[in-house]
């Protein structure tokens, strides 16, 4: 398995434009996670789905960030407006329901907003 | 909900030497501790867990130790190689069910060679 696809890998965007990230968990997984990674706050969780269905969004920061997740194999973050306290690492995690709580995450997409 | 501290932030030992970092949770219900190591640049891997049923687990030059009466975990990493240097995150969860991973601030080991 090509394990969890995130892109794009690098983006740089100027405030108020809007930036939009995907994600491909691994096939089979039926949970899905975004996380963000500053060196202030570490990993955070924004939200995660389980058989494509929100189940908790409260880490999301803003009525500005919004997230779907139209089919098992396709996620997306988005953002709109974009700001520069959004700069960060975004991961895309995902995991399977068993009796582990093992999550892969992709390799992240790093956003610079300017 | 979990809330999960992690120390120390920074870490620096000589190679060869021992790294110890410790993590404290917060819900006395959790029993599932993995530990992410996360190189520059790079994801987060998985690279040892224990769940509450077992006190010590130990893979090679790691080991995690858990304490569920005082709700702490340790990682231990013995003979220190400079390829040890990353960041090093513990987490903590139940092992089943809709509960996320909630994540350690992460530890920034640095192997001096």
């Known amino acids: 398995d090509a394990g969890v696809i995130q892109s794009p890998r690098h983006e740089v965007t100027e405030m108020g434009q809007e930036v939009t990230l995907r994600c491909k968990p691994i096939?089979?997984?039926?949970?899905l996670f975004w996380y963000r990674q500053t060196m202030m706050r570490g990993l955070e969780l924004l939200i995660y789905?389980?058989?494509?269905?929100?189940?908790?969004d409260s880490g999301m920061p803003e009525d500005r960030f919004s997230a779907k997740m139209p089919n098992a194999s396709f996620s997306t973050l988005k953002i709109q407006p974009s700001e520069p306290r959004d700069s960060a690492v975004y991961f895309c995690?995902?995991?399977?329901?068993?009796?582990?709580?093992?999550?892969?995450f992709g390799e992240g997409s790093w956003l610079t907003v300017v | 909900g979990e809330n999960v501290e992690q120390h120390p932030s920074t870490l620096s030992v000589q190679e060869g030497d021992s790294a110890v970092i410790k993590c404290t949770y917060s819900?006395?219900?959790?029993?599932?501790f993995p530990w992410y190591k996360q190189e520059l640049g790079k994801r987060p891997q998985l690279i040892i867990d224990?769940?509450?049923?077992?006190g010590e687990k130990k893979d090679q030059r790691i080991a995690v130790t858990l304490n569920k009466t005082a709700k702490h975990f340790s990682l231990h990493i013995t003979e220190t190689q400079p390829e040890d240097s990353a960041v090093y995150f513990c987490?903590?969860?139940?092992?089943?069910?809709?509960?996320?991973?909630?994540f350690g601030k992460g530890t920034r080991l640095s192997v001096i060679a």
């Open positions: 995690a995902s995991r399977q329901s068993n009796n582990r709580n093992t999550i892969y």
């Open positions: 096939s089979g997984h039926d949970y």
């Open positions: 789905f389980n058989n494509n269905v929100p189940i908790d």
């Open positions: 819900d006395s219900a959790s029993n599932y």
């Open positions: 224990i769940r509450s049923n077992v």
């Open positions: 987490a903590a969860s139940f092992p089943s069910g809709n509960t996320p991973l909630v």
